[in-house]
Every structure is written in C-alpha cells, then in structure tokens.
C-alpha cells in the first residue's frame, strides 16, 4: 500500500480480513502500438474495497491500460498484482485462468454490444456461476435471483433476451454478470458513458450500494469529471499515455495542480461557461507542450 | 467452364458471389423467394421418395422403346438402351442433391475451423491457414478434382473430397473476417474475461453468431458446388453409367442429339438449371436477410 | 414573425411500428440570430424535430402540422424548393463529423460543391473556403483544402463540416449533437468557434442535445421534450433557476456536477417511453413524483407561468425536488 492515491474505504467485518490480499498495484506499465506510446509507464494503487477513478480525454491510454488490467491486452512492460499476485504475463492454465478472472471483473462501455444477443438474461449469469463456482442447480438459481435483484432487475427481464432490454437495464445485467464472479476489483469502462443522463444517475447509484454492500474495489475509467466526482474517491489524470496528476479525487478537482487537469474541468459545461477562454488555453497547453497535432 | 474464378476485388468479409449471377440478384426477394424455396423442397422430395415416385427402373433396359419420344408409358421418352428418362431423371436428383450436399457440409466444417482458429488466434497461426487458403485458391478446383479421380477411381467420392477442398477457402476467408470483427465485440471479450477457454468462447458463443452469415454463404455455393458436380460427371469423371446423374445423362444423351432426339440431354439439363437458380435464389435471398438484419 | 416555425407539428411512424407519435403536438420559434436549444434523451424526438426543418421526415410517416422557414412552408415544398432551401437557408451539422464528410474527397471539393453547384465560379469558391477553414481556425487553410478527411482528428474535422455548413451564407444552422462524440476540451473549442460564428453572421440556431448543461451554456432560450412532446421552454438561465416541470428538475437533479458542495446525482425512477408504449395521460406521470390522478388521464397543454411555459397540471405549485 504504497503512494499517494490509497486511501481505504469503510469496508468491515469479515470482508477486512480477506481485503488485505485485494490491494491492485499498477507500477510502470507500458504499451506500445507499433510507434506510438500508448500507455507510458503508468503505476497506480486500488486499495482493497476502495474506488479509483481514470480520467483523460481519448487517447490517453486510459482503456488501453483497463484491457491491460484484464488481460485482453498483454503489457510490454510493468507490473499489475492483485494482493501481491502477478497477473501481467499471460494466462497458463485453467486454474490461474479463473483465478484471475475472480480477482477482476469488467463493465463494458456499450451496452448493446456487450451481451451476447442469443443468450437470455438469466442464462448470462449463470453461465459465470457454473464456471467459477461448485453450486446445485437450486443454490444456482437462487444465486442468478439474488445478482439480478441487486441490479434491480426481475423475473421478467431474467427470461428475456437483451434486445428486449433497453440501454440501462442492459448495463445492469452486464454489472450483474461482472459481481457473479466475486472480483476483488470490478472495472467499469466508461460504463455510465453510453446512456441517457436520468439512467446514468440510476447506474451511479446502484454501483455506489454495490460498493458499500459487496466491498468491492472500483476503477472507474471515465472522461467525465463530474462522474467521476461523484463515485471515486481517488484519481489519476492521465494525457497521452503518462499520469499528470493523481491523488484524492476532491483534492484534485478542487485544487489541481496540473494544467491540463485545470483545462479538464473548465470545459465541462456549465453556467457561466467560457469556451472561447478554454480554447485559448488549451492552445497554449499545447505550445507549451511542444504539440503540434492540433487535437 | 471455370470453376474457380476468384474475385479478388471481393474484399475480404463479404459474402463471395460469382459473376454471372448478378441477374438472380434483382429476382431474389418476394414471391420467387418463396417460388424457389418450394421447388428445393420438391427437389428434396423427390430425391428422397425417387423409388416410390418413378415409374420405372431407372437401369430396367427396354431395347424396344430405344429413343422413343414422349408418350403415355414414357412421359419424358427413353433413350438409346431404352430406359425411362423420367425414372432416370428422378433417381439422379440423388447424387445430383447429394454430392453437392456433401461438399457443403463438408467444406463449411473445414471452412468454419480453419477461418476461426485463424482469426482466433492470430499470429503465425493466422499467417499459415491464409497462406494456405490462398495455395488452394490458385488451384482450379475442376483439376483437383480430376487429378483426384484418377489417383483414387471414380465415383462420387473423390469429385466431392476434391471438391470439398476448392470450396473450403471460400468458407474459410469469409469466417475468418467475420469472426476476427466478432472477437473484438465487449460481449466476446467479456467472456474471455470471465476466464472461459478459447475453445469454449469459440464453439458456445462466436460461431452460433456469425452462423447466418456463413450459411448464406453456404446456400449460395451449393448451387455452385451442383453445377461444378454435374460439369465433371459430365466430362465422365464423377458418377459412372449405369447409374443415373444429370451431368452423365447429358453426356449419354449427346449421341442421341444426332438421331433428333432432345429429351435424353435436355431433361437433366433443364434438371440443373432449375436446381442451380433455385439455390442462387434462396442463397442470395438468405444473404440479403441476414445482412439487414446485421444492419 | 420568428424565422424558423414549427406550429402543432405531429408525426407518426406507419402503423405497428409504433404505438404513439414520435413527434406530438411540437411548436417552438427560433428567431433570427437567436440560438435555441432543444434538449431530450434519446428517443425523445428531439433529432425528427430537428430533420422536419429540412423537410427529412421518417419514411412512411403520417404528418400534420406545419414547418415554416422565413414564411414558406417546408413541408409542401417540390424538390427543387427543398434543394435550394437545404442550399442557401438551412444547413445542418450532424454527431458524427466522419459519418457527414465522403472519406475518398478532398476537404476543399467538399467545401465548395455546395457554392459551385449554386453557380459560384471555382476559383471564388475555392477562395471562399480558403476563407471559411481560417475562420473555424484551421491551420494552413490552402494546404487542409488539398488533404482527405482521414487527415483530420473528430475535432478538426467537425470544425470542416461547420465551415462547409456556414458556406451557403446560411440564415439557420440546425447541429444536431454537434460535439456529442467530441472529447470535452474539444467540445470546449468547437463551441467557442460555433457561437462566435454564429453570432457574427447573425445566423439563427437550433442546438440540439441530450445535455441540459450545454444547451445552458450555448443557448438563449431551450425546449424540452419529452416523449416526443415539448414540456417545458424558458431561457436558459430561469431553466436552472426555476425548473417549471418535474422532468427538467429531475434531469438537473441527475446531472452530476463539479461543484464541492453538490450532492450526488438523484436518479429519476423508471425509463423513458419507448415507442412501442402509449400512455394515456402525461408521458412522465409514471416517473413523476408529484403524480394526481388527473396526469393519468390526459396529457396536460403547455400553459404560462411567468416567462416560462410547462407541460404540467401542478406547474403553479412549484416543484418540490
């Protein structure tokens, strides 16, 4: 539990002892795609049950460094441990397979695309049970009811197929299916991004019980600061690959320190908004950092 | 007749159409839809209930009705040994339906295993099946097949396993496009991330997905697969006399031309075309569904 | 007399497609040089409204009402008419820069196509483009004319097609989503170029988005709907002020901010209505808090409260939130 982003959350009882082994340590990963940098020495720490927040605009390596995390893309360098244990070389085995997926969890972005659309809502949970788990078909079943119900979805939407859900309920099947492997850490890909802001906030919710009930670790990976101020409470900003700032969430959208994060917050709109001022800044940052791409 | 003529303009995930059946095209939708879907079923019919359907023994010789024409006892006459066309017609709907089936399944097995291991595992994996995808494209299918008959005698089975072979890259290029953009859709990786084997993510939920796609596919290459069948028994190296096929009646009944009479090669060249159009209907028609129905 | 006029404009899909109208009963003005935002969440009806205006409407639709652009009417116009409307009055910028802009031509062909068509000699076309890539700030406007769409990020390109769209000397710019697919310092730029245009050309705007906090920020006055009604209009600064119906309190409510005090974002119950369903009453009685029997019988009007105008039978009462 090092540096400056670990703050633990109020996780407690049972849940305490085990959390120990659950800390996510990121320490200078690396990846490039052909020439271009993509994640450039990116380090970070998830502190067991607590919430992490990735920011940064398109680009940035913010969804390269979360498929790195998962394992859908393979690290040049770095190191990723969950609890101590290295999960940045590929998979060998069944066992380490499973072990890994139990310690990380993923919510995609789109949720039309992340179902597959020929298997039914209550068949896509208990697909991941069967796998991860040596349950009876009852235990089985009472667990997909529980998991659905905790996203708040019933018996109606477990018999149906995804193209009868709409966008939200959608993403609660996906978080469903995620919280059904028990990870230690669940990242969410721009999982809110996608839908409309009324279901957004529905979402938001949801996975702030779900934090405070199951304790398990977000890394929320976003470009939106106000989500992201709302259900992190640390974050790292990251542009063109490398960390600019990271700390605790409220410190640093209070106060930021970098410029660029500064540039971040005051394009969110809002009332009083000044585009005209954001762009001269943002032009500026740019000279200063010698970029010439134009965006 | 070539039987191979690769459009390499085709690029690379769309269905493979051969020139020449632009026409059939604009016919494809509507009641010839389901015109030609209703004479493959009769063809199957027929094929199935040959013994109980015609009137004579295909092979029964009856040297007195030598090239007789139409008539009450021999609706579509007899030819030079005196056999019922009609009773030759019907039992060839056999091999004419079943050689063509066979080199269907056979080459959307292959074609299916080749193209999403290849686009599954990428690599020097994908490198070596492309490779050798594109070797057997470069060999017309017709020589194989020939070559074939005479390593390993004729009969049906070495046109078809020739065959097989030629059809197999078509199946295999278009899985592997297909399946390489289904691999990077959230649903697929999200079960990779729930820790399922390849193999399982491949056989449970990829392939069940990009089925319809390959099955136009497959539709429209049995027409082909029909044509290129009855063209090589035709030439006398797929089914032998005295069994009854449509490419061999042809080549029978040529003789019989000079003496003036049309039946004997006409009947199971009309047998072909329709078979043939029938399939290039439906497959392009299923072609058509499935595309707007991906859109 | 407003330049744009969209009166009682109803429009519905063929029947089985859908069980209420897309658009239901729409008006709204947009004057000349004045900025309108038009806000809803997706399947509101916002981007039918915003096609209407260039006479695009759903194939197969049943359509009553009326669009006026300067006093003719759009949706009677022979093809010609509608050509040259598209031409000179009314331009359009769209989400996705890429998906508006032909990938195989040169920036400059696509900017003056539209001048050359209209009889412009070439060279004074191609002049005039010069001129307009300077004005959305694109670097090097001679050497971007000569380059192909794929040379420039969403953001440059999105400046492209809002210089091809003021080309035709518009008198109304419909952007529907302009910087929706935009990264927000993007969007940041985009809209300072925008606005600024727009304000010196005196050019009219229907902006339309799914962010109540945007059209705030860009608009002067802002519709919006809800089930392909309009449910509350005022300006910009009283919508934030003083929200007169539950669903734009309930969408400011659940918009999270930046603010240190704000408090997280409270989720409005429910989901939108989709087309398939047809309520009787108000579209929003079913995830209205303040819901009385009478919203479950008929959708209210839109009536006056001070300047601003709500969809709402309790719409004196204030919201209580």
């Known amino acids: 539990?090092?540096?400056?982003?670990?703050?633990?959350?109020?996780?407690?009882?049972?849940?305490?002892?085990?959390?120990?082994?659950?800390?996510?340590?990121?320490?200078?990963?690396?990846?490039?795609?052909?020439?271009?940098?993509?994640?450039?020495?990116?380090?970070?720490?998830?502190?067991?049950?607590?919430?992490?927040?990735?920011?940064?605009?398109?680009?940035?390596?913010?969804?390269?460094?979360?498929?790195?995390?998962?394992?859908?893309?393979?690290?040049?360098?770095?190191?990723?441990?969950?609890?101590?244990?290295?999960?940045?070389?590929?998979?060998?085995?069944?066992?380490?397979?499973?072990?890994?997926?139990?310690?990380?969890?993923?919510?995609?972005?789109?949720?039309?695309?992340?179902?597959?659309?020929?298997?039914?809502?209550?068949?896509?949970?208990?697909?991941?049970?069967?796998?991860?788990?040596?349950?009876?078909?009852?235990?089985?079943?009472?667990?997909?009811?529980?998991?659905?119900?905790q996203v708040g979805l019933g018996e109606r939407e477990a018999s149906a197929l995804p193209k009868a859900l709409s966008g939200g309920q959608r993403q609660r099947v996906a978080i469903a299916r995620a919280l059904a492997a028990e990870p230690k850490v669940l990242i969410l890909d721009e999982a809110v991004a996608a839908l409309d802001v009324s279901i957004q906030a529905q979402i938001l919710d949801l996975l702030a019980g779900i934090r405070r009930d199951a304790g398990v670790g977000f890394l929320f990976v976003s470009h939106d600061l106000a989500v992201v101020r709302h259900i992190t409470e640390d974050v790292v900003v990251l542009r063109g690959g490398r960390v600019v700032e990271a700390g605790p969430t409220v410190d640093v959208l209070t106060e930021p320190r970098h410029t660029y994060t500064r540039l971040l917050?005051?394009?969110?709109?809002?009332?009083?908004?000044?585009?005209?001022?954001?762009?001269?800044?943002?032009?500026?940052?740019?000279?200063?950092?010698?970029?010439?791409?134009?965006d | 007749m070539s039987t191979l003529r690769i459009d390499r303009e085709a690029a690379d995930g769309a269905i493979v159409r051969r020139p020449g059946f632009g026409l059939?095209?604009?016919?494809?939708?509507?009641?010839?839809?389901?015109?030609?879907?209703?004479?493959?079923?009769?063809?199957?019919l027929i094929a199935v209930f040959a013994p109980l359907i015609a009137p004579y023994d295909p092979d029964a010789v009856d040297l007195t009705a030598t090239l007789a024409g139409s008539s009450s006892e021999h609706l579509l006459g007899a030819d030079q040994s005196g056999r019922d066309i009609l009773s030759r017609v019907i039992h060839g709907a056999r091999t004419g339906l079943l050689g063509p089936l066979l080199v269907v399944g056979i080459s959307t097995f292959l074609g299916i295993a080749i193209g999403v291991a290849a686009a599954w595992r990428g690599g020097w994996i994908d490198a070596m099946l492309s490779r050798s995808m594109d070797l057997i494209f470069a060999f017309p299918g017709m020589l194989v097949a020939i070559l074939f008959v005479a390593v390993f005698g004729s009969g049906l089975t070495a046109p078809v396993i020739a065959m097989s072979v030629a059809y197999t890259p078509y199946v295999g290029r278009l899985v592997r496009s297909i399946a390489g953009q289904e691999k990077a859709r959230p649903y697929i990786e999200s079960y990779r991330v729930q820790g399922w084997?390849?193999?399982?993510?491949?056989?449970?939920?990829?392939?069940?997905?990009?089925?319809?796609?390959?099955?136009?596919?497959?539709?429209i290459n049995f027409g082909y697969a029909l044509m290129d069948l009855a063209a090589l028994s035709y030439l006398g190296f797929g089914v032998q006399p005295p069994d009854s096929?449509?490419?061999?009646?042809?080549?029978?009944?040529?003789?019989?031309?000079?003496?003036?009479?049309?039946?004997?090669?006409?009947?199971?060249?009309?047998?072909?075309?329709?078979?043939v159009v029938a399939f290039g209907i439906v497959g392009e028609g299923i072609a058509d569904r499935v595309a707007k129905r991906e859109r | 007399?407003?330049?744009?006029?969209?009166?009682?404009?109803?429009?519905?899909?063929?029947?089985?497609?859908?069980?209420?109208?897309?658009?239901?009963?729409?008006?709204?003005?947009?004057?000349?040089?004045?900025?309108?935002?038009?806000?809803?969440?997706?399947?509101?009806?916002?981007?039918?409204?915003?096609?209407?205006?260039?006479?695009?409407?759903?194939?197969?639709a049943a359509v009553s009402g009326a669009v006026r652009v300067g006093g003719r009417d759009v949706l009677g116009m022979r093809r010609a008419e509608l050509r040259s409307l598209r031409a000179r009055e009314v331009a359009m910028v769209f989400q996705d820069p890429r998906a508006s802009v032909n990938p195989m031509r040169r920036v400059g062909d696509f900017l003056t196509e539209g001048l050359r068509a209209a009889g412009t000699a070439p060279a004074v076309a191609a002049r005039r483009a010069v001129e307009l890539l300077e004005a959305v700030g694109i670097r090097d406007p001679e050497g971007a004319m000569r380059r192909y769409p794929h040379h420039f990020s969403g953001g440059m390109l999105q400046r492209v097609v809002i210089a091809a769209a003021l080309a035709g000397e518009p008198s109304l710019l419909l952007a529907d989503e302009p910087t929706t697919a935009l990264d927000v310092t993007t969007q940041a730029e985009v809209i300072a170029i925008l606005t600024r245009l727009q304000a010196e050309r005196g050019t009219g705007m229907l902006f339309v988005t799914h962010d109540l906090e945007l059209a705030a920020a860009v608009c002067d006055r802002v519709y919006v709907m809800y089930a392909g009604r309009i449910v509350e209009t005022q300006t910009a600064a009283?919508?934030?002020?003083?929200?007169?119906?539950?669903?734009?309190?309930?969408?400011?409510?659940?918009?999270?901010?930046?603010?240190?005090?704000?408090?997280?974002?409270?989720?409005i119950p429910g989901r939108p209505v989709s087309l398939a369903e047809a309520p009787t009453g108000c579209a929003f009685a079913a995830r209205c808090a303040q819901v009385r029997p009478e919203c479950l019988v008929e959708p209210p009007a839109l009536v006056r409260a001070d300047d601003a105008y709500a969809a709402c039978f309790r719409v004196d009462e204030g919201i209580v939130t």
């Open chain 1, 1 to 149: 539990m090092t540096g400056s982003v670990t703050r633990t959350s109020g996780t407690t009882g049972d849940k305490g002892a085990d959390a120990v082994d659950a800390t996510l340590e990121v320490v200078d990963l690396c990846k490039a795609f052909g020439g271009h940098r993509a994640v450039d020495g990116v380090s970070f720490t998830l502190a067991p049950g607590g919430s992490l927040g990735i920011v940064g605009e398109s680009g940035c390596g913010k969804t390269t460094t979360a498929r790195m995390l998962v394992g859908l893309v393979s690290p040049d360098s770095g190191s990723i441990r969950v609890g101590g244990r290295e999960r940045s070389a590929p998979t060998r085995n069944r066992a380490e397979r499973l072990a890994r997926a139990r310690e990380m969890q993923m919510v995609f972005q789109d949720p039309y695309l992340s179902l597959d659309p020929r298997v039914v809502v209550r068949e896509c949970v208990e697909e991941v049970l069967r796998l991860h788990f040596d349950l009876t078909r009852e235990q089985r079943t009472a667990r997909v009811v529980e998991l659905l119900d």
């Open chain 1, 265 to 294: 917050l005051d394009s969110v709109p809002r009332v009083g908004w000044d585009p005209a001022r954001i762009a001269a800044d943002r032009r500026a940052l740019e000279r200063e950092a010698g970029g010439s791409s134009g």
């Open chain 2, 24 to 44: 059939l095209r604009a016919l494809r939708q509507g009641p010839l839809f389901a015109g030609a879907a209703a004479v493959l079923v009769l063809l199957v």
């Open chain 2, 197 to 219: 084997s390849g193999w399982t993510i491949c056989v449970r939920h990829l392939i069940p997905n990009i089925t319809p796609t390959v099955l136009a596919q497959s539709a």
């Open chain 2, 245 to 275: 096929d449509w490419g061999s009646m042809i080549n029978e009944g040529q003789a019989a031309l000079l003496q003036d009479a049309m039946l004997p090669s006409f009947a199971p060249g009309l047998c072909i075309v329709v078979a």
């Open chain 3, 1 to 60: 007399m407003a330049f744009l006029e969209i009166d009682e404009l109803t429009v519905r899909l063929p029947q089985g497609r859908a069980a209420r109208p897309i658009l239901d009963g729409v008006s709204l003005r947009v004057g000349e040089g004045e900025s309108v935002g038009l806000v809803g969440e997706s399947g509101s009806g916002k981007s039918v409204a915003c096609r209407s205006v260039l006479g695009l409407l759903p194939e197969g």
């Open chain 3, 238 to 267: 009283g919508l934030f002020a003083r929200p007169r119906h539950p669903y734009t309190a309930g969408l400011l409510a659940s918009t999270p901010r930046l603010d240190p005090d704000a408090g997280p974002p409270k989720p």
